[in-house]
Every structure is written in C-alpha cells, then in structure tokens.
C-alpha cells in the first residue's frame, strides 16, 4: 500500500491549509511555501503519481476544477496578471497543478522558500479572498 501523500494527508485534514476549493474530485489550497501571493496547488484526491496515470475522466475532472480557480484568481487579481499553469510532479508523488498569478516570467518561475516559515495570516487573508 502506498504511504499517504502531504497532499492526501492534507485532504484528508490531518495537516493544516488554505483552502481554496473543494469538489468531489479535486482539493485546492495556497502553496504555503511560494513568494507568489495567490500561488495555489489543485491536486486530485485521488493520490495518483503520474499526471499520464490519471484516466480520462479524472484528468478531465480536475482540470474543470482548475478552469474554477483560475477563473477566480483572475476575477480576485485582475486583468494585470496572467494566469500561468503547470504541472511537474517531481517533489511529492501525487499529481498537482500548479495555478500561480504572474505579472512576469519570475513569478511562474519562483522558486519555494522553506528557509523561512510561512506567513500564516496573510495566507489565510489571501484563502478568504479566493475562496469559493
């Protein structure tokens, strides 16, 4: 049996976040960790490793949920962002996407800081902004 993911122990409740949205399929959250205010994760909740592993119907699902939080962050953010995507996968075995507000190339390529410890009130003002 595989061992549970940060992102399935996250869904599940046991570790602490700021959540954006949930449906049946997918669970997203701010990424406590990047210096892009507004930089959210949407995984499935179902804890798959490979992106290519997820059937049709799943890959479909989840980036329903995606179109969801990206129409949010650019109705919260506004027309002087783009909305960037990506999807990599290689720290934490369970697909995620990444869903990060830029106003240039340094924002979709900012790099997380685990060297400093998040800043939870502003999270938690931005996960109330986004919200939905």
Avoid: W
């Avoid at 409740?13 to 949930?22: A, D, V, Y």
């Avoid at 506004?78 to 990599?88: Q, T």
């Avoid at 924002?107 to 800081?113: I, L, S, T």
């Amino acid at each position: 049996m595989q061992e549970p993911s940060i992102f399935t122990r996250i869904i599940r409740g046991e570790l602490p976040s700021h959540k954006i949205h949930e449906d049946a399929v997918a669970f997203a959250f701010l990424n406590i960790y990047n210096t892009v205010p507004g930089y959210v994760l949407v995984v499935p909740k179902k804890q798959v490793a490979y992106v290519e592993d997820l059937t049709a119907e799943e890959f479909q699902a989840l980036m329903a949920s995606v179109k969801k939080v990206v129409d949010r962050i650019s109705e919260v953010f506004g027309k002087d962002y783009r909305v960037a995507l990506k999807v990599a996968g290689f720290n934490i075995p369970h697909v995620h996407v990444h869903v990060v507000p830029c106003k240039s190339l340094a924002d979709f390529h900012a790099e997380d800081d685990y060297s400093k410890e998040p800043d939870h009130a502003a999270l938690s003002d931005m996960a109330k902004k986004l919200a939905f």
